[in-house]
């Protein structure tokens, strides 16, 4: 099998096809080990313990014209909520700062009928303190990635 699968470990053994596997079976996207695996896994850990949501949507554009633009990592609905995903890996606390300043702000030009919930995923217990620091007054879940293996 090897001649036809590969894989790298990332927390967890990440499988692909390689260029013989992808010609045995008809398939033509090239997958490789790519430096985002990390944040694509802990994103799905959540869509599999939220239940495979059907409105899951990945890479998500919000925004209010001229005034703020934000990718959310992942966005459902449910309850009749948006529901947030955000994804903090290995960026800076800055960054995370900056996004949920941009979410209050899409919270005062009323872009959501209801307030959403934001839901987090980090590496560990002193980065989910901080989160929760930076959200309060928001619904805000923040899970860290150790919680879900």
């Avoid at 934001?118 to 989160?131: A, H, S």
Wanted: hydrophobic share 35%; charged share 30%.
């Amino acid at each position: 099998m090897s001649e036809y699968v590969t894989h790298f470990r990332e927390g967890e053994a990440v499988y692909y096809l390689t260029k013989e596997g992808r010609d045995l079976v008809g398939a033509t996207k090239i997958r490789k080990k790519t430096s985002t695996a990390r944040h694509y896994i802990m994103r799905n850990s959540i869509y599999i313990a939220y239940g495979n949501p059907s409105s899951w949507k990945n890479e998500v554009k919000l925004e209010v014209p001229n005034q703020i633009k934000i990718i959310s990592d992942a966005l459902f609905i449910r309850d009749g909520r948006y529901h947030l995903v955000e994804v903090d890996n290995i960026q800076k606390m800055n960054a995370n700062r900056a996004k949920i300043t941009k979410y209050r702000k899409l919270l005062e030009y009323g872009v959501f009928e209801k307030p959403p919930v934001f839901v987090w995923m980090t590496t560990t217990e002193y980065r989910r303190k901080q989160l929760t620091k930076l959200c309060e007054g928001l619904d805000a879940k923040i899970f860290i990635v150790s919680n879900f293996h």
